[in-house]
């Protein structure tokens, strides 16, 4: 039999989903609803593959899927969303996430979708694999150099530059603070400078952000 954890905070959802999956002879399926419950649970217990719903409180499915990978680096983890998600593409992919499971998925879709992962191949869904072409932002520096910001950079100092606490933007942008400072550091880098304030003014400067509260 082939253990599946599917983790979902809409019970009524991830009952669905377990009963199709269910339907598959060799499919073993438990569901759970509350994402730190079932973090406990996953460190005593072994499944071959994991379904995380990307939007839950306290701990969203991208933050239990590296802690789950963190400690079983070879775990089937896939993300169950109906959102856009490009601003976390980058975060799955180093993570190791498999792939990306649609909430629209039919029935035949979903267990095609497992089978696959199951069989060491990516799975995403067409609309999702359109946001994979991430947006680069080309600045030019005052000596000249030019740089290039990702989405994601831009979207963190547009966050910062609001005042906020790096605990206030990482969970704001479901990353783990950890995550937030090694890609502040990046920033800093590529804006040769080496603080907050001075990236949010040079920021500013080249007009990545609208204002500036420091």
């Known amino acids: ?23 598959e ?9 509350c994402s730190q419950k079932a973090y406990k649970v996953i460190s005593k217990k072994k ?3 994991y379904i995380f719903d990307l939007n839950m409180p306290k701990m969203n499915g991208l933050e239990l899927a590296k802690n789950v990978l963190v400690n079983k680096p070879d775990a089937k ?24 499971i649609s909430k ?32 680069e932002y080309k600045i030019k520096l005052e000596n000249g150099q030019k740089v290039m910001l990702t989405e994601k950079e831009q979207e963190i100092l547009v966050e910062v530059s609001k005042g906020l606490t790096n605990e206030e933007t ?23 400078v080496s603080s907050r304030g001075q ?10 952000i609208q204002d500036v509260i420091i």
């Open 25 to 33: 002879p060799k499919f073993n399926v438990e569901l759970m609803a």
């Open 77 to 100: 983890v896939i993300i169950l969303t109906d959102s856009e998600v490009s601003s976390y593409i980058n975060d799955f992919i180093d993570h190791g996430v498999s792939g990306f």
């Open 47 to 49: 499944y071959e593959v």
């Open 1 to 23: 039999m082939i253990n599946i954890l599917v983790v979902d905070k809409h019970e009524l959802v991830g009952e669905g989903i377990k009963k199709i999956l269910s339907s």
């Open 170 to 192: 990482a969970e704001n942008l479901y990353m783990s603070k950890r995550n937030l400072e090694r890609k502040l550091t990046n920033i800093y880098i590529k804006l040769q």
């Open 104 to 135: 629209s998925y039919s029935k035949d879709q979903l267990i095609r979708s497992v089978w696959s992962t199951i069989e060491g191949q990516v799975t995403i869904p067409i609309a999702l694999f359109a946001q994979l072409r991430l947006a």
């Open 199 to 208: 990236a949010l003014v040079k920021a500013f400067e080249l007009g990545l």
